[in-house]
């Protein structure tokens, strides 16, 4: 029966290439600590056993403080969740709604893990009171815009894969903890981004790949160091794009359609380590570079470039260059790797760090 529910699905187009999060391995790199629950000796120990058997909701396997249910076939958030609980995992289940009450009472939650399910409605209340909840992962799901009141310490939140087109303006107001925000593989168009979207974040990281940009977005905090836009529409990059983003460390803007990168707009991203623009339409190395004292590595592969000069990677000066670049990709474009040469690549570590040739083809 399973097998042919499986196949079903399977033909419906409907299975979405999700990665199932571990929760035990989360738990160790966030080193969640469960130690306050233990507070008195472990001397009963059949109290534990009670523990799992009466108090885990139906459906449920449950250790001290966290619960899965993962993989049931739910279609709504499990009664009777226990208050101490700490990590909940629904992954992969069919639920539909988060109610009002769904999460009643649980304020010790520090993980929620809402994952490949079918969530088109969170109630505005369903996250009240979550102060101690840093993860929330609603990949995967049937989401059309960003719910309310999100829980205030929230470190983490993604939204991968919903039906999100809209952002309104403050919809993370007042998340002044969160580190990372997932949103691609959303149909999010510029337009999409209301003024203020962002407004009152010191994000670290925001993703916004295979969506619907055709520019680079000019509201994001500007503490981002982290930003992956790769897989949109954008035709160019303008100086005023990256005004804002002087922290910016990792860059993605691969796998979109740039022909042009502006004079004087990568001198704006003056700490940048690393650029993704593999896979545009660059006829020529992005003016700037030769500037950036930090920047490690480029992928330019897959490009129109038919021409390299002689600084376009390294400053004229040496000592211009504070970190020498461990990996400059070029393979793929019309330029002739023999008319390329090599003390181009004076400022890299060393030939190695050089890929010019199409030689990784297999
Ligand atoms: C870009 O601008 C800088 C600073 O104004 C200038 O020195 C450099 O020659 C320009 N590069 C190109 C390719 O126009």
């Not at 992005?286 to 470039?305: A, D, E, M, T």
Request: net charge negative; charged share 25%.
């Amino acid at each position: 029966m399973r097998v042919l529910l499986l196949l079903c699905l399977l033909s419906l187009g409907n299975t979405k290439p999700y990665q199932p999060v571990n929760i035990m391995d989360l738990m160790k790199n966030h080193d969640i600590m469960m130690a306050d629950s233990d507070d008195d000796d472990d001397d009963d120990d059949e109290d534990d056993d009670d523990y799992d058997d009466e108090d885990c909701p139906a459906n449920c396997r449950c250790l001290p403080q966290v619960v899965q249910c993962s993989d049931q076939g739910l279609i709504s958030v499990p009664e009777k969740i226990p208050e101490d609980t700490v990590m909940i995992d629904l992954q992969n289940n069919d639920i539909t709604e988060i109610k009002e009450d769904d999460f009643k009472g649980l304020h010790k939650l520090y993980g929620l893990f809402l994952i490949n399910n079918r969530i088109s409605k969170v109630h505005p209340n369903a996250f009240k009171n979550m102060d101690n909840l840093r993860l929330l992962y609603l990949s995967y799901n049937l989401l059309t815009e960003i719910p309310a009141n999100l829980p205030p310490n929230v470190i983490e939140l993604r939204f991968h894969e919903n039906n999100i087109n809209r952002i309104q303006k403050n919809a993370f107001d007042g998340l002044r903890k969160l580190h990372v925000l997932e949103l691609g593989a959303n149909p999010l168009a510029n337009s999409g981004i209301e003024v203020g979207a962002f407004d009152g974040l010191s994000t670290l990281y925001i993703g916004i790949a295979e969506a619907k940009l055709t520019s680079v977005p000019k509201d994001f905090p500007s503490s981002i160091t982290e930003m992956s836009l790769d897989y949109n529409k954008i035709a160019k990059v303008e100086v005023e794009d990256f005004i804002r983003y002087k922290n910016l460390q990792r860059l993605g803007l691969a796998f979109n359609q740039i022909k042009f990168v502006e004079n004087g707009s990568l001198a704006r991203i003056p700490n940048i380590r690393e650029i993704h623009l593999d896979h545009n339409r660059l006829k020529k190395v992005p003016p700037g570079l030769n500037s950036l004292r930090y920047l490690q590595v480029i992928f330019l592969h897959n490009n129109k470039i038919g021409y390299v000069g002689m600084n376009d990677f390294c400053p004229s000066s040496a000592g211009g260059k504070k970190n020498p670049y461990t990996g400059i990709s070029l393979f793929a474009n019309p330029v002739k790797y023999w008319n390329i040469q090599p003390a181009i690549f004076r400022c890299a570590t060393g030939r190695r760090a050089v890929h010019l040739g199409n030689f990784r083809k297999k």
